[in-house]
């Protein structure tokens, strides 16, 4: 049985019981994000309030919507209000209805940040929506309409200043169509101070390799969808003069050469850029 005490004051084990959490994990949230008890009594051990308990069960609420800790912990505190959800986008792009999509990836984004956005809501929402337009067909202009919203806001992002040398160089494999995963690496970098220059789609190896002898980025990602246009980039050849990072499923399977790494989400490629760029991640 849980005991609370006088006042609906929770002692933090009754606290870990009701929500199903271990004491690890309600004093972890406590140091990390503020999620602990608002006020102490000297000489006693500190105790939980209801409007302490609901915080934490709001924190429970958003991390299991896929939100990373740190963006669901500003949340629950009350920095910020109920975000868009992927209904919410649904709703909005199969009405064409683009001023809302893009006023719904601005609260997004504004709530959560580029990567949390992405991860949460924003990349479940674009695959659910190419599942629609291939079960149902006719589905492409919905798909132009939402996508175009979203780019619109990415690159509103900012544009840090360079500073030196480039940290990072991103494109498109050679006839490859689909870059909205770099626009949103892009926007995550910028985000974080970190500035790249994104070259777009269906970059030729020629044009890559030029871009490459113009810029000296401390980094390169391609972006690749379909595996057999991946193994048209000049992997080795980049490789050989700089880090390759290696984002999308097209790469699933094709042999690296030495100095390539697949990254497998924003927020790997986003660790990875700053890891190289020497900034702190």
Known sequence: MIIVSDGARWSAGAVARTLGISPTTLRTWDRRYGLGPRTREEGKHRRYDDVDVAALRRMLE??????????????????????????????????LDAPRLGRLTTELVGALGVVDAWESVLMPFLVELGERATEEGGGIGVEHVASSAVVSVLHRVGDPLEGGRLPALLAAVPEELHTLPLDALSAALAERGCASRNLGARVPPSALMGALDVLAPQCVLLWAHDPVLARLAPVAKVAARTPVLLGGPGWHRVPLPFGAQRVHSLREAVDVVLTHSGRSS
Not at 71 to 83: E, I, L, Q, S
């Open 62 to 95: 958003l991390t299991g919507q896929g939100i990373s800790p740190a963006a669901a912990a500003t949340m629950a505190r009350g920095g910020a209000g109920p975000v868009p959800t992927v209904h919410d986008f649904i709703r909005a792009s199969t009405q």
